[in-house]
Each structure stands twice: as structure tokens, then as C-alpha cells.
């Protein structure tokens, strides 16, 4: 990410007061583009060098105003690297607003994430069920993982999240994870969840879900033969929970309760 970063303080004569003083302002460019703020500081017209961009003189109250302009311009610097080390695009207005405390909260993807499994947790029992909660939780962890190796971090912003980020999500999951085309579906519509949510409250412009289309395969099922049945049947094993499993399963099957027709194994 390349960006040309001017920085330039300037006063207005022409809106001086009757002693002279002025406002001094901060006024920064990026790649041509300028936003501009006061800094809360007056100087005497007389005693401002336009081309040093300082407050001249050896009074103290000089000093001070020229010990404000090096701390903001240095701290223009930082919010800079700041976005540059999270790979954030930034503008002039974006830099000018966090630096007078404007700037929007900035949601990050996977604590909304986590803040919505936590409440999906708090109801298990009431409104969602256990494998439900499971389900978010699994997809959060591919979520963590495709960032981690898409975007060589450990989060990202909301708002950072658009078609590209979906269809590179639903990509990691077809590849890199091996989910069958319906599974990796599935875990993008838990996804779309979290995402709507950041709509909702306004943390991010537009649903970036608008224009992603996707359709479950239909899967057509096999018949259990006699032979796999009864190695259902004779299998050992370890856990109480699943042996009864096994047998509620067996118990279905042969009274015709939709898991296998009983006519294909007589």
C-alpha cells in the first residue's frame, strides 16, 4: 500500500480577532485529497512562519504551541503505521477523525463472532440446541483459520469483510478443510449470520452476502445392505452413549421409521 501522507499547519489572517490572534490548523493530504481541523491553539498573526509551519519567538506560550504541532504531527505518524500494520486502507478524513476521536468503534469480525456464540451458549436448552451451538463454534474456528492463513492475522475488521472475503471463505473450506460442497454451505450460512448481525447495528454499510448465490446439491442416499447392517450390529463399542445410539438406530431400521426400508434387507 503505497500513499503520499502530507502534513501542513497553516493560519487564517483574514479571521483574526481584534487582538490578532487566529486559529492554527492541521490540514492533511493524501494522494491529493485534504481534510482539515483547529488544533485548539491561537497565535499572534505577526508571530506565525508560514514556512517553518512554528509559532515564533522565545515566550512560553510559543514554546508550548510548537511543542503541540511536533506531538500531533508525530501522532498523525503513528495512527498512520497503526493502519498500515493492520492493512487498512485509510484516507486523509479517516486519519483527521481518529485523531480528534470521531472515528466509528471499529468492530472486529471475530469478537461479534464470539459475543454471538457466548449468547447461543447462554440459551442451549431454550431456544437453540447443543448441536447447534457446536455448529457456530466449528465454523468460528474455520473463520480463525482462513484468516490466519489468508490474511496472516489473528482478526480483521467487520467491514473488511466483502464478496471476495466470502467466496475465498467457501474456497479454504472446499480445499483446505475438504468439506463436501454441502457442508462448506452450511458453515457460509452460519457465517451469513454473524454478518447480518454487523448490518443490523450498523457496524458495516451494506451486507456483502447481496450478491453471493449458493444451492445445496441434492444427495441421493444408498440403501443399507444386510451385510453393513449386521456389521453395525456386531461392531464393539467403548461408550454407553453410542452403543445405545446403535441400537436406537437398529430398532428404526427395522420397524421402517425412515432411516432404511426393512424390504431391502429380507
Same mark, same amino acid.
Request: charged share 35%.
Given at each position: 500500500?503505497?500513499?503520499?501522507?502530507?502534513?501542513?499547519?497553516?493560519?487564517?489572517?483574514?479571521?483574526?480577532?481584534?487582538?490578532?490572534?487566529?486559529?492554527?490548523?492541521?490540514?492533511?493530504?493524501?494522494?491529493?485529497?485534504?481534510?482539515?481541523?483547529?488544533?485548539?491553539?491561537?497565535?499572534?498573526?505577526?508571530?506565525?512562519?508560514?514556512?517553518?509551519?512554528?509559532?515564533?519567538?522565545?515566550?512560553?506560550?510559543?514554546?508550548?504551541?510548537?511543542?503541540?504541532?511536533?506531538?500531533?504531527?508525530?501522532?498523525?505518524?503513528?495512527?498512520?503505521?497503526?493502519?498500515?500494520?493492520d492493512?487498512?486502507?485509510?484516507?486523509? %478524513?479517516?486519519?483527521?477523525?481518529?485523531?480528534?476521536?470521531?472515528?466509528?468503534?471499529?468492530?472486529m469480525?471475530?469478537?461479534?463472532?464470539?459475543?454471538?456464540?457466548d449468547?447461543?451458549?447462554?440459551l442451549?436448552?431454550? =431456544?437453540?440446541?447443543?448441536?447447534?451451538?457446536?455448529r457456530?463454534?466449528?465454523?468460528?474456528?474455520?473463520v480463525?483459520?482462513?484468516?490466519?492463513?489468508?490474511?496472516k492475522?489473528? =482478526?480483521?475488521?467487520?467491514?473488511?469483510? =466483502?464478496?471476495?472475503?466470502?467466496?475465498?471463505?467457501?474456497?479454504?473450506?472446499?480445499?483446505?478443510?475438504?468439506? %463436501?460442497?454441502?457442508?462448506?454451505?452450511?458453515?457460509?450460512?452460519?457465517?451469513?449470520?454473524?454478518?447480518?448481525? %454487523?448490518?443490523?447495528?450498523?457496524?458495516?454499510?451494506?451486507?456483502?452476502?447481496?450478491?453471493?448465490?449458493?444451492k445445496?446439491?441434492?444427495?441421493?442416499?444408498?440403501?443399507?445392505?444386510?451385510?453393513?447392517?449386521?456389521?453395525?450390529?456386531?461392531i464393539?463399542?467403548?461408550?454407553?452413549?453410542?452403543?445405545?445410539?446403535r441400537d436406537i438406530?437398529?430398532?428404526?431400521?427395522?420397524?421402517?421409521?425412515?432411516?432404511?426400508?426393512?424390504?431391502?434387507?429380507?
Amino acid at each position: 500500500m503505497s500513499v503520499q501522507l502530507s502534513i501542513l499547519f497553516y493560519v487564517k489572517k483574514s479571521k483574526a480577532n481584534l487582538q490578532s490572534y487566529t486559529n492554527i490548523y492541521l490540514r492533511i493530504t493524501i494522494d491529493g485529497k485534504r481534510a482539515e481541523c483547529s488544533i485548539n491553539r491561537k497565535v499572534h498573526t505577526d508571530l506565525w512562519n508560514s514556512r517553518l509551519q512554528k509559532a515564533l519567538g522565545n515566550s512560553s506560550e510559543n514554546q508550548e504551541i510548537n511543542r503541540e504541532i511536533d506531538f500531533i504531527k508525530n501522532k498523525i505518524y503513528t495512527i498512520e503505521q497503526k493502519f498500515q500494520r493492520d492493512g487498512t486502507t485509510y484516507t486523509a %478524513a479517516q486519519l483527521r477523525d481518529v485523531y480528534v476521536g470521531k472515528d466509528k468503534t471499529k468492530k472486529m469480525l471475530l469478537e461479534i463472532f464470539q459475543e454471538h456464540n457466548d449468547k447461543v451458549d447462554s440459551l442451549i436448552g431454550k =431456544d437453540f440446541a447443543a448441536g447447534t451451538a457446536e455448529r457456530y463454534r466449528t465454523c468460528k474456528k474455520h473463520v480463525i483459520d482462513f484468516i490466519k492463513k489468508k490474511y496472516k492475522k489473528n =482478526d480483521v475488521p467487520v467491514k473488511d469483510v =466483502d464478496h471476495k472475503f466470502i467466496t475465498g471463505l467457501e474456497y479454504y473450506l472446499k480445499t483446505t478443510r475438504k468439506c %463436501a460442497h454441502n457442508s462448506a454451505i452450511k458453515y457460509i450460512t452460519n457465517f451469513k449470520k454473524i454478518i447480518r448481525i %454487523a448490518h443490523a447495528n450498523d457496524w458495516i454499510d451494506k451486507d456483502p452476502f447481496l450478491y453471493w448465490k449458493a444451492k445445496l446439491k441434492i444427495v441421493e442416499r444408498e440403501f443399507l445392505n444386510e451385510e453393513e447392517i449386521q456389521r453395525i450390529i456386531e461392531i464393539e463399542l467403548k461408550m454407553e452413549r453410542l452403543d445405545q445410539v446403535r441400537d436406537i438406530f437398529i430398532f428404526c431400521l427395522f420397524h421402517g421409521s425412515g432411516i432404511c426400508r426393512c424390504q431391502k434387507i429380507e
